[in-house]
C-alpha cells in the first residue's frame, strides 16, 4: 500500500510540473534551405497522398515542405521542449519553463510571431466543451435493419448509395476530435477492427495518455459513421477506414488546440486521408485575451480555419461542425467551419427544421454558411456505456453528412473533392433558397449521383418524388422528398392488396411528411398512395407488428 501511495505520489508530481508549463506558438518567415525538395515527395509524403494530388491534378508546393530544421534547431536551444511543428503554418509548438519566451527571441530575423497560446497551470480545468449536447435512451422503432439510424440516412437517401453496396469501401477517413473512449471494446465498432478499418491513432494533446480511455466525444463522432450494429445502428460510411486522431483537451479551452488541430490534419493529409472530419470548433477561450471575434469568422484568418483551408486544397474533402451557440451570446458559427473551402454542416430535426442549437451564418465576408446541413438533434448513435442512444449536437450531423460523402465519392472515384462538395451542396433541398440556419439544406445522394454523372440513375424521367421509410412499416411512414416540392396539397391512401381502402390523410407538400398511428393496422402487404397535381406514385410496403 505505501508503494502504491509512493508511486501515485510521484506521478502527481510529475503531472504537476508537466502541466506547470507554458505553451507557445512560434512562427517563421520561411522556409528557406530546405533540406526537402519538392522533386521528392516520397520523403514527406505517403504514396496515397501523392496519388490523391495527381488524381486532382493538385500540384506539390512549398506548403508540403517540412519546416526548416535549422529554425527548429535554434530555437531548441533556449531550453524549449518541442510539441509539434506545423509545415503549413510554418511554425513550432514548444513547451517551456518560462513565461517570457517571446522577449528571448521575438527579435530573431526568421521569426514573425510568437503567442502563448496555452499558460502554466497545475490541473485540469473542470471544463467541458461537450457538455451542453444531450444524450437519451433511443425510442422504441421498426429494427429492420437500420434501426432508429434510418433517419439521419434516410433523410439523405443514403440509402440509395447503400443498396448499391457503395458504403464507404476503399475510402479514408481522419476523424479528429476530443477522445475515442471504449472504441476497442463497443459493439458498434466490431466489425472495423474485425476488418482492419482502423488505420491507426496519433494523439496530439498527450501521448502519455491511454488513448482508449480519454473523453468519449469522438467515439460517438465516429459511430455516426462507422458503427455497424444491424437493427440499432448503421454508420453512413461503415464499410470505410479510419484513422482516429486526438487534437482536442476536452478539459480546456486554449488556443494551442487550433495548432493541434492543424499538425493532425497535415498528418492525415500525409497518410493519403479522402475526407476529414471534425466535431470542433473555437471562437472564445478560457485565456479571454487570445478570443476570436466574428470578425474572424471570415473564411480565412483563424489559424485552424486557415490550416483547414489547406487540407481542402491538398484535394480532402473536410466537413466541420457548425456549432451549437444560436442559444448563446456568440450566436454564429465558430472556426473552422467559417473556412471557404470547408464544408460547414449545421444541423436539422427529422422534419428538416434547423435544431434549437445550430449556429448561424453567414460568414463574416458575407459567405453562405453553412453550407448544408444534416441529422443532428436525436441522431442515433454508440454510448459510452453500450448501448446506442440519441444525440444532439451538429457535432453529429457532421460525420453523418461526411459518411454518407464518402460512400458517394466511392461510387465516383474518378471525380475530384471540389465537383463532390459541389454536387453535395446542389443536392440540398434548399439549393434554390439556402439560408444561414441550413445553407443549401439536405443533401439528397440520389440527386447528387444525377448530378455526378446523369446516366447513374436509370430513367430519370420515372424517377419518384418521394422515398418511402422505414420498410418494413410499424408504428409510422415517412415520405421523404427527392425532389423540392410545389406548394401542392397532397392527398395519401394506405390500401389493402384488394383496392380497400385503410387510411387516408391530407397534408401540404413539405420536404418530409410523417403517417404515424400505423400500430393498430393488420400485418401485411399495402399499397401507399401519394396523389399530388403531378399524379400519383405508388409504394409497396410491408406493416409489421
Known amino acids: ?53 495527381i488524381n486532382q491534378n493538385i500540384l506539390i508546393d512549398s506548403l508540403d515542405l517540412p519546416v526548416n530544421q535549422n529554425y527548429i534547431d535554434s530555437v531548441l536551444t533556449l531550453n524549449v521542449e518541442l510539441v509539434h511543428a506545423s509545415k503549413w503554418l510554418n511554425g513550432l509548438t514548444v513547451r517551456s519553463d518560462s513565461a517570457n519566451l517571446a522577449d528571448s527571441i521575438s527579435s530573431w530575423n526568421f521569426i514573425s510571431e510568437v503567442q502563448l497560446t496555452k499558460p502554466a497551470a497545475t490541473a485540469k480545468s473542470g471544463y467541458n466543451k461537450f457538455v451542453d449536447e444531450i444524450f437519451t435512451d433511443a425510442a422504441p422503432i421498426d429494427t429492420s435493419f437500420y434501426g432508429s439510424s434510418v433517419y439521419q440516412v434516410g433523410m439523405m437517401e443514403g440509402q440509395f448509395l447503400h443498396n448499391e453496396n457503395f458504403r464507404g469501401q476503399g475510402m479514408q477517413i481522419a476523424v479528429l476530435d476530443g477522445g475515442f473512449r471504449n472504441v476497442n471494446s463497443l459493439p458498434a465498432f466490431d466489425s472495423l477492427w474485425a476488418n482492419n478499418q482502423i488505420l491507426g491513432m496519433k ?5 502519455d495518455d491511454d488513448f482508449f480511455t480519454t473523453a ?22 461503415p464499410k470505410a477506414s479510419y484513422w482516429l486522431l486526438r487534437s482536442e483537451d476536452i478539459y480546456s ?7 493541434n488541430w492543424v499538425v493532425a490534419a497535415e498528418f492525415a493529409d500525409s497518410v493519403g486521408v479522402d475526407i476529414i472530419n471534425s466535431s ?56 473552422p467551419s467559417d473556412g471557404e473551402n470547408v464544408i460547414g454542416v449545421g444541423a436539422v430535426d427529422t422534419n428538416f427544421n434547423p435544431a434549437y442549437f445550430s449556429s448561424a451564418g453567414p460568414a463574416a465576408n458575407g459567405a453562405l454558411k453553412p453550407n448544408v446541413s444534416a441529422m443532428g438533434y436525436q441522431t442515433t448513435l454508440q454510448r459510452s456505456n453500450g448501448s446506442v442512444g440519441l444525440g444532439n449536437g451538429t457535432s453529429f450531423s457532421s460525420p453523418v453528412l461526411a459518411g454518407m460523402a464518402a460512400s458517394l465519392w466511392q461510387a465516383y472515384p474518378q471525380k475530384t473533392a471540389i465537383e463532390i462538395k459541389d454536387a453535395i451542396e446542389r443536392s440540398g433541398h434548399l439549393y434554390n433558397l439556402p439560408d444561414s440556419l441550413q445553407g443549401y439544406g439536405v443533401p439528397n445522394m440520389r440527386t447528387a449521383s444525377a448530378i455526378l454523372n446523369p446516366m447513374s440513375v436509370p430513367d430519370q424521367k420515372k424517377i419518384k418524388s418521394w422515398t418511402v421509410y422505414p420498410n418494413p412499416v410499424q408504428d409510422y411512414i415517412v415520405l421523404q422528398a427527392t425532389t423540392i416540392q410545389p406548394f401542392w396539397e397532397i392527398e395519401i391512401k394506405l390500401c389493402a392488396l384488394d383496392g380497400s381502402v385503410v387510411k387516408t390523410w391530407q397534408k401540404s407538400a413539405a420536404p418530409s411528411i410523417t ?31
Open 216 to 237: 468519449d466525444h469522438g467515439m460517438s463522432v465516429l459511430s455516426c459513421m462507422g458503427g455497424n450494429i444491424p437493427g440499432e445502428l448503421i454508420g453512413t460510411a
Open 515 to 545: 403517417l404515424s398511428k400505423l400500430s393498430q393496422v393488420e400485418a401485411g402487404i399495402y399499397l401507399l398512395l401519394v396523389r399530388t397535381k403531378k399524379g400519383i406514385e405508388t409504394f409497396k410496403v410491408n406493416k409489421i407488428r
Open 280 to 335: 470542433l470548433g473555437y471562437s472564445e477561450f478560457q485565456d479571454a485575451s487570445t478570443n476570436h471575434v466574428y470578425a474572424d469568422m471570415d473564411g480565412n484568418t483563424t489559424r485552424v480555419t486557415r490550416g483547414a483551408n489547406i487540407a481542402a486544397s491538398r484535394g480532402i474533402l473536410v466537413f466541420s461542425s457548425a456549432g451549437n451557440e444560436r442559444n448563446d451570446a456568440w450566436f454564429r458559427i465558430v472556426a
Open 1 to 53: 500500500m505505501k508503494y502504491t501511495i509512493l508511486i501515485l505520489g510521484v506521478l502527481l508530481m510529475g503531472f504537476q510540473q508537466l502541466n506547470a508549463q507554458n505553451y507557445f506558438w512560434i512562427g517563421f518567415t520561411d522556409k528557406n534551405n530546405s533540406e526537402y525538395s519538392l522533386d521528392n515527395p516520397e520523403a514527406y509524403l505517403s504514396e496515397r497522398a501523392i496519388q490523391r494530388r
Open 253 to 259: 479551452e486554449y488556443i494551442i488546440e487550433e495548432d
Open 203 to 207: 494523439d496530439f494533446v498527450n501521448t
